[in-house]
């Protein structure tokens, strides 16, 4: 056996039967050691991804989260519930505004008719000794023609001076009124008592009733005259004008001769307000006061 260096057997020159491990053969030479010998090659074996496991969360965070949830939860209900109240409160304010301004008109209107009344009297507290249902006559023969319209159909028939007479209130109809031709005419009245006459009412519709916007055919100047007998002497009591941009009842004070007692007026229209075919009269009124001797009804 021959000799081996302890050396070389330390590095693994020798085999398992102490023979060398270098073998020579024609035209090479290879050494060959252990750390030289070809490995088989290692199969890399892929793990199995691991997928994160869900998160339980802990039943103290869960809870606080139904909290936070239930909180705005009443929240928002707590909104939409003081939404909805507004919205009714709203409502009831403007039902008791409406509720309010209904009232503050009805006291408006009921204002108003009170300012009618004391601007003029003679239409709601004054007696009307002109006033065909208490027996005051229109002495027709003593009084002007009533106007025939040209044209006009045959089923219209015109008023007669009696119309004048009724009683007529606010608000006049427009066309309901005694026409007669031309721009001056006569009236001729037979109070229902002697009197001593203060005022007279004279009444026609006013601009805003007419369709035209003008009151042409409304007398204008006039004057009254009182008499004690139908054939006496006429007492002429005073000239007046009705104002085409005044109310449709207007009121004018005697103040001549107001201790003299008459039985009849009559009425003279001197001009209109333009309208040359015609002049109309809605309403005449006369008021007074009957003499203390005199026999009341």
């Known amino acids: 056996m021959a000799r ?16 060398p491990r270098i073998s020579y053969s024609t035209g090479t030479r290879r050494h060959s050691f252990p750390q030289d010998q070809v490995r088989p090659p290692q199969v890399r074996v892929s793990e199995p991804v691991q997928r994160p496991e869900p998160v339980h969360r802990s039943e103290p965070v869960q809870r606080s989260e139904q909290i936070r949830s239930w909180h705005w939860f009443n929240w928002f209900s707590w909104g939409m519930l003081l939404k909805l109240l507004f919205s009714l409160t709203t409502m009831v304010v403007s039902q008791v505004n409406l509720w309010s301004l209904r009232k503050e008109l009805h006291h408006l209107q009921q204002d108003l008719g009170r300012l009618q009344t004391m601007a003029h009297p003679q239409a709601t507290l ?13 002495l027709t023969a003593f009084s002007s023609s009533t106007h025939q319209q040209k044209g006009s159909p045959s089923w219209l028939t015109p008023y007669s001076p009696w119309e004048v007479i009724k009683g007529q209130y606010y608000p006049l109809v427009p066309g309901h009124c005694w026409a007669f031709s031309g721009q001056t005419g006569e009236l001729f009245v037979a109070l229902s008592q002697k009197i001593h006459v203060s005022h007279i009412t004279v009444g026609h519709i006013s601009k805003e009733q007419s369709v035209t916007g003008e009151i042409l055919s409304a007398p204008k100047a006039f004057a009254l005259y009182g008499l004690e007998e139908v054939d006496g002497p006429k007492v002429h ?9 005044g109310d449709s009842f207007q009121t004018f004070e005697i103040k001549e001769h107001t201790s003299n007692i008459f039985r009849f007026v009559k009425l003279e ?5 333009g309208l040359e075919d015609y002049t109309c009269l809605y309403s005449f009124r006369v008021h007074g006061k009957i003499p203390e001797a005199a026999t009341t009804l």
């Open 4 to 19: 081996r260096s302890a050396q070389l057997e330390n590095a693994g020159y020798y085999d398992v039967d102490g023979s």
């Open 269 to 273: 229209v001197l001009t209109n307000h």
């Open 237 to 245: 009591l005073g000239t007046f004008q009705y104002e085409s941009d």
């Open 126 to 138: 004054w007696g009307n000794f002109a006033l065909a249902s208490h027996g005051a006559q229109v």
